[in-house]
């Protein structure tokens, strides 16, 4: 897993973004040639085409065996590092749609280290799909770069979708990315590239070893998902699963994508992940590593939210534990979850990276979904390079060959959650240090937490003796909890320490409330020994 995960920390360093606007007709293909009046990547000959017949070949695809594709130069690739990759560029001026065809001109990235094998790019109109041919002409590439070697007919890795051509500046901002594996990304409402997105996991953090299922086609249609949209069809297909997804992208303040999926099985699965979220924490205020880095925190998301399928809304801090950790929430019909940056910040992270600008990604799922669980790994890392958090779904029903799933959901690349709880105040941080009070002996191996909760009916003027706090912990024992007000502010804070009863996690599970009612979302935490959580 770790490969295919560090592979998005470096694909991040090679994009840009901005904003939105326009839509415009696209014109017929010149058959093994160009669109007419635009003078970039030449086509092949048309095929028809539609989704259902794309999902009719992803079903007969799954009753085929598995036929690994190739890297066309496999020596080549593999010396195709960060630098190299970086150092090549797509001509804009050869951009698919960069005259004419579709509000959105199309880059393509070449193949790499992480992306050795090649994909097949389709352009769509009128019912019929023409194939993007490779030329190595198409990009810029120094005569010293190792790109430079690879075959003329090396294929494309993937592709970037750039903003509207009614902005002067469309040729150095892009708003989505798809490459590598089922890996996509977009930009969020602050302009910021960040979290990543799969189309499906296959075995993640099961202890065998994970697979990676890789859209190998792709067919876009600029024309196809109304104003200021774009949609793309793609094929996906892997040792075990083979699939029909259908993207409708949606540029705006930030970026929506309606997805529809119909996933087939090759062969019995231990965990499916559905709408896969994949984000790197290293530390946070909670659990600074200032032996490791000088900032005091870096992360690209800093919690996991969920609003269940009862109501509730749940917030869990993430974690960078010292082994694989999977939590699972389980629910019915969830009405949406995400991995979320609250901490907004930039004197949090002093760093120009944007950590404070990176986009929340929130999942809306489309249709009920039934029973499962919502699913958060926490891998390990010490670098900033690695993506190590997976947030999933996972369906209650087996996994087993000759199975079908169907599933549709919406993803937000927004700022915050899409739909706040204004009911409620929401978690702003959490911090820990030792259990007990100053001057007084400490509890031996308890752990003081520390919660600020804002918003909602939070404020000043609410009587203390009035706020109770509620805090249940699963393996320990809650030595002490309160609810107190944050001073000078409208904020409140849960403080409770909780001291474990072996040598193991405990859940913690909190929130304030008055009269009964919840005045907060809940806070769930994993308390784990010092030594489990890295610079904790």
């Avoid at 992306?115 to 590439?141: Q, T, W």
């Avoid at 600020?452 to 939070?458: C, K, N, S, W």
């Amino acid at each position: 897993m770790a490969s295919g995960l560090t592979g998005r920390r470096w694909f991040l360093q090679t994009t840009a973004a901005a904003s939105a606007l326009a839509f415009a007709p696209m014109p017929a293909f010149a058959h093994s040639g160009t669109p007419q009046g635009h003078a970039g990547p030449r086509f092949g000959e048309p095929t028809p085409f539609n989704a259902e017949t794309l999902a009719l070949r992803a079903a007969r695809l799954a009753e085929q065996p598995f036929e690994m594709r190739r890297s066309p130069a496999p020596e080549i690739t593999a010396q195709i590092d960060y630098r190299a990759h970086g150092g090549v560029q797509y001509r804009r001026d050869q951009a698919l749609f960069a005259e004419a065809g579709g509000s959105y001109p199309i880059t393509f990235f070449p193949l790499g280290q992480y992306f050795p094998r090649p994909i097949r790019v389709n352009a769509v109109d009128a019912g019929a799909s023409s194939p993007v041919n490779y030329d190595p002409s198409l990009f810029e590439i120094p005569a010293d770069n190792i790109i430079a070697t690879l075959p003329r007919d090396a294929g494309f890795a993937g592709f970037r979708i750039h903003e509207s051509r009614s902005r002067s500046d469309w040729r150095t901002q892009d708003w989505a990315a798809f490459l590598g594996a089922s890996y996509f990304r977009a930009i969020g409402a602050l302009g910021q590239y960040g979290i990543s997105a799969r189309g499906l996991t296959v075995n993640t953090a099961t202890g065998g070893p994970e697979e990676f299922p890789d859209f190998v086609e792709y067919h876009i249609e600029p024309d196809g998902a109304g104003e200021n949209a774009i949609r793309i069809h793609a094929l996906l297909d892997g040792p075990s699963v083979t699939g029909a997804y259908t993207f409708d992208l949606h540029r705006g303040d930030g970026v929506t994508m309606d997805i529809s999926a119909r996933v087939f099985l090759r062969r019995d699965v231990e965990r499916l992940g559905f709408a896969p979220l994949t984000s790197m924490y290293w530390y946070s205020e909670r659990n600074p590593d200032g032996t490791q880095d000088w900032r005091p925190e870096i992360h690209d998301s800093d919690g996991l939210a969920l609003w269940t399928g009862s109501g509730e809304r749940i917030w869990r801090p993430l974690n960078n534990p010292e082994t694989v950790v999977t939590s699972s929430f389980q629910d019915a019909a969830p009405k949406g979850f995400g991995l979320i940056q609250r901490d907004r910040d930039f004197e949090h992270y002093l760093d120009g990276v944007n950590y404070h600008l990176r986009p929340t990604l929130w999942v809306e799922p489309r249709g009920d979904w039934g029973k499962g669980s919502v699913q958060l790994i926490e891998i390990p890392t010490d670098d900033e390079i690695h993506d190590n958090i997976v947030a999933q779904w996972t369906p209650e029903t087996s996994a087993r060959k000759g199975s079908e799933f169907s599933f549709g959901y919406r993803l937000h690349w927004v700022d915050q959650e899409p739909y706040p709880a204004h009911a409620f105040a929401r978690v702003t941080s959490t911090r820990s240090g030792r259990g007990g009070e100053p001057g007084q002996p400490r509890p031996e191996g308890a752990t003081r937490y520390v919660v600020d909760f804002d918003g909602g009916p939070l404020n000043a003027e609410l009587p203390q003796d009035t706020v109770e706090a509620h805090v249940v912990a699963l393996g320990g024992k809650v030595l002490r909890a309160r609810g107190e007000p944050v001073p000078g502010t409208d904020r409140w804070r849960l403080v409770t320490d909780i001291a474990p009863d072996a040598p193991a996690p405990v859940e913690i599970r909190g929130y304030l409330s008055q009269g009964g009612e919840p005045l907060t979302e809940t806070w769930l935490h994993q308390d784990r020994p010092a030594t489990a959580i890295r610079g904790g």
